[in-house]
T-cell receptor
Framework: LAKTTQPISMDSYEGQEVNITCSHN???????ITWYQQFPSQGPRFIIQ???TKVTNEVASLFIPADRKSSTLSLPRVSLSDTAVYYC???????????FGQGTTLQVKP | DSGVTQTPKHLITATGQRVTLRCSPR?????VYWYQQSLDQGLQFLIH???????AKGNILERFSAQQFPDLHSELNLSSLELGDSALYFC?????????????FGPGTRLTVL
């Protein structure tokens, strides 16, 4: 059974780097790994997407090892406004089923 | 604003009833996805349509059905509602049907079944 696992919660302080790791059991061979951010009562919002190695954009970096069984979202120098739930998303095998992790609630403290 | 619209924002109904949730994708997007988000289940993928055709099914109950119309808007029909169907229902749209692609989520419809 395909499963995507991530920590339920994390705490951090303003200015620190935060790394959230997701394990992707049975990820599809050609599937990209995507991370989303969600604030209360809003729809998830795209953060970053990658296939392998490292991807960086203006808000985050994504590290994917060669075996692609996990991914790590890195948020540099978090601020209070980064307090949110972070989800990883991948495709399960060749079924076309999209699997979200259970979400990591990040609490950034002053 | 993601450009994806969902109506209604809130829906309160009784057990056994049937409701229809509507989603309009971003202009130019051909894919529509439906998700259910409840407190104990997280974000659950329900179904994916691309240009009017069903592409993939997730954990969608037989009491639920969806379709995508020629103008690309989509509707999710929920029937014989149960208390456990109370949740946030999101739709998302994307340009293509495969990776790499970015899904843009709507604001959601909050369904309460009493």
């Amino acid at each position: 059974l395909a499963k995507t696992t991530q920590p339920i919660s994390m705490d951090s302080y303003e200015g620190q780097e935060v790394n959230i790791t997701c394990s992707h059991n049975n990820i599809a061979t050609n599937d990209y790994i995507t991370w989303y951010q969600q604030f209360p009562s809003q729809g998830p919002r795209f953060i970053i997407q990658g296939y392998k190695t490292k991807v960086t954009n203006e808000v985050a970096s994504l590290f994917i090892p060669a075996d692609r069984k996990s991914s790590t979202l890195s948020l540099p120098r978090v601020s209070l406004s980064d307090t949110a739930v972070y989800y990883c998303l991948s495709l399960s095998g060749n079924t076309g089923k999209l699997i979200f992790g259970q979400g990591t609630t990040l609490q950034v403290k002053p | 604003d993601s450009g994806v619209t969902q109506t209604p924002k809130h829906l309160i109904t009784a057990t056994g009833q049937r409701v229809t949730l509507r989603c309009s994708p971003r202009s130019g997007d051909l894919s529509v996805y439906w998700y259910q988000q409840s407190l104990d289940q997280g974000l659950q993928f329900l179904i994916h349509y691309y240009n009017g055709e069903e592409r993939a099914k997730g954990n969608i109950l037989e009491r639920f059905s969806a379709q995508q119309f020629p103008d690309l808007h989509s509707e999710l029909n929920l029937s014989s509602l149960e208390l456990g169907d109370s949740a946030l229902y999101f739709c998302a749209s994307s340009l293509r049907a495969g990776d790499p692609d970015t899904q843009y989520f709507g604001p959601g419809t909050r369904l309460t079944v009493l």
